[in-house]
């Protein structure tokens, strides 16, 4: 069936560094691709979303690219801060199809000053 | 605009027992959403109502229920828990169906407890 990997965390990065987190999808078909942020305590947040091959989801300095070839909607961000430690999940859906959002197991990223 | 609230944030409860949990949407939002998030199983959609109908399902046991009412308010029920229930519920709500493509909003969660 339809799933998303994501990579193990937890991820810790100093303040101002360089964030990756990879997320790659087995899906039929080609499906719209997104990263939610969860804050401690707080439910998900959307964060940014890609809907076709190529398309670049951007929002708040962190972008993802949704690379078809490479079945990959990678995270970036060019400079983390403190405020950005949080658990960020992969997710896609089949909106054609009416499906739910199917979850990747997040990634923890913790951000130290 | 107030966000999606849930009721109770925690609830604990001992395994047998049947438990409710609320869910308000955001005001205008016709569809809600519900998830289990489990440290092993990660988030897991239930399912989904629209306009006070089930659109959709996710693969849980019949142990939990759902309904939605006119003022588009959600309620999920789990009647005989098992330890295994032990997860934070979430609920999203969204103007138009989710499984069309619609941004969900998603409320802080009830965390539940089984013991």
């Known amino acids: 069936g339809d799933s998303v990997t994501q990579m193990e965390g937890p991820v810790t990065l100093s303040e101002e560094a360089f964030l990756t987190i990879n997320c790659t999808y087995t899906?039929?078909?080609?499906?719209?691709l997104f990263w939610y942020v969860q804050y401690p305590g707080e439910g998900l947040q959307l964060l940014l979303k890609a809907t076709k091959a190529d398309d670049k989801g951007s929002n708040k300095g962190f972008e993802a690219t949704y690379r078809k070839e490479t079945t990959s909607f990678h995270l970036e961000k060019g400079s983390v801060q403190v405020s950005d430690s949080a658990v960020y999940f992969c997710a896609l859906s089949f909106p054609q199809a009416g499906t739910a959002l199917i979850f990747g197991k997040g990634t923890t990223l913790s951000v130290s000053s | 605009k107030a966000g999606v609230t849930q009721t109770p944030r925690y609830l604990i409860k001992t395994r047998g027992q049947q438990v409710t949990l609320s869910c308000s949407p955001i005001?205008?939002?016709?569809?809600v959403s519900w998830y289990q998030q489990t440290p092993g199983q990660g988030l897991q959609f239930l399912f989904e109502y629209f306009s006070e109908t089930q659109r959709n399902k996710g693969n849980f046991p019949g142990r939990f229920s759902g309904r939605q009412f006119s003022n588009s308010r959600s309620e999920m029920n789990v009647s005989t828990l098992e330890l295994g229930d032990s997860a934070l519920y979430l609920c999203a709500s969204s103007h138009g169906m989710a499984g069309a493509g619609e941004t969900q909003y998603f409320g802080p969660g009830t965390r539940l407890l089984v013991l």
């Open positions: 005001s205008g939002h016709r569809s």
């Open positions: 899906a039929t078909g080609y499906p719209s």
